[in-house]
C-alpha cells in the first residue's frame, strides 16, 4: 500500500524472500515503508538485512502476545529488525493493544 507520505507492507503469513523478490525489488518503494512482520516474526524464512537494508524503513511492528505458544517472535528476526531500524525500537503489540500511524 502506497499512501500519502509512506507505504505499507502488510505481510501476512508469506515468506521474507517471497515478499523481497516479488513485491519489493521489482520497484522499490520510494516513500518510506511501514512494514509488519510475516508469521508474528515467526519461521518465514530468511529475514536478511542484505536485501531488507535497500528498503527505506520507516516502522517495523511485530504483532504478537508474550503468552503465544510458538515462541514468537524469532530472536534472529527481532534481531534483524532491529539492526535494520537502529537506532529506533522496533515496535511491537505484546500486550499493548494497537499501533496507529498517520500514511
Known sequence: LEANSRSVLMTGDQNYKKLYDYVISPSLPKLPM?????HHGGKA????????G????DEI??????????????????????????PRPVLST?????????I
Open 34 to 38: 511501514i512494514m509488519v512482520l510475516p
Open 61 to 86: 511492528v511485530i504483532s504478537y502476545h508474550e503468552s503465544n505458544s510458538y515462541g514468537h517472535p524469532l530472536k534472529s528476526n527481532q534481531d534483524t529488525a532491529e539492526i535494520l531500524l537502529s
Open 94 to 102: 505484546n500486550d499493548s493493544g494497537d499501533k496507529n500511524f498517520n
Open 54 to 57: 535497500t528498503v527505506n524503513m
Open 45 to 52: 524464512g530468511d529475514f536478511d538485512n542484505k536485501n531488507w
